[in-house]
């Protein structure tokens, strides 16, 4: 739909893992002729860029065929310095743009909604979990504008949000995984995530499992010493 509009597609990513699985989605729509293979995609993160290539320096660690790992790596071209981010800024659709960061926090994704954010012919997706209070998780939401170096800029762009290209194993992967150990541990704790998920999680690992656990709350501390239950202190 972008493409069609001559609008950039902006995609805040983050930088390991996240921009490597973007960048073969790419190559594999302008494969199957779902987006014009002439349709310029570039990589504006430093930690991405270096990560991407040890996906092509070591590909005996993942699943892609040496084809398919260069395939990956020339999805896009990558910008190097400064100047050269600068530089796409000043560029014009369509075009697709991968930067960091993921949430919108920082990074050189800033800089462009900055600059292209206003623009209804431009699209913004955020590729994956935005927690509450990024700047990420306000476009998600909606907001009409969002506060990027001391401006406040309109949010006239589409937004997408990708869902399924979350990193983070979901509930059922949760407890497939904790049913192959050998032996209950002593105590579980649930301490990454929203604080409804979290005890949704707590629950049943106790039903389903029948471990102790639970999720401590801020600035709590447990003596972990070894033969006796984790005390809280």
Wanted: aromatic letters at 4%; a positive charge.
């Amino acid at each position: 739909r972008a493409t069609a509009r001559g609008g950039i597609v902006m995609i805040a990513s983050f930088a390991v893992g996240r921009a490597q699985s973007l960048l073969w989605a790419i190559h594999c729509l302008k494969r199957d002729g779902r987006i014009p293979a002439s349709l310029p995609v570039y990589l504006n993160s430093p930690m991405a860029r270096d990560v991407t290539r040890l996906y092509r320096d070591h590909r005996r660690e993942h699943r892609l065929s040496k084809a398919d790992s260069e395939a990956m790596c020339a999805a896009a071209t990558v910008i190097n310095t400064v100047e050269e981010s600068k530089a796409l800024n000043r560029r014009k659709g369509p075009m697709v743009v991968i930067a960091g960061s993921g949430m919108a926090t920082g990074g050189r994704i800033v800089h462009h909604l900055h600059e292209w954010a206003d623009d209804p012919r431009n699209l913004i997706v955020l590729a994956g979990f935005q927690a509450g209070g990024t700047r990420g998780a306000l476009i998600r939401d909606g907001a009409k504008t969002v506060r990027i170096f001391g401006d406040d800029v309109p949010v006239a762009a589409e937004v997408v949000t990708l869902d399924t290209l979350s990193a983070h194993a979901d509930a059922d992967e949760i407890l497939a995984w904790a049913r192959r150990m050998p032996k209950p541990p002593r105590e579980t704790f649930v301490n990454h995530g929203e604080p409804s998920a979290s005890d949704a999680l707590r629950a049943r690992i106790k039903r389903e499992l029948g471990w102790q656990v639970r999720v401590p709350d801020h600035m709590a501390g447990f003596d972990l010493a070894p033969g006796k239950s984790p005390a809280r202190r």
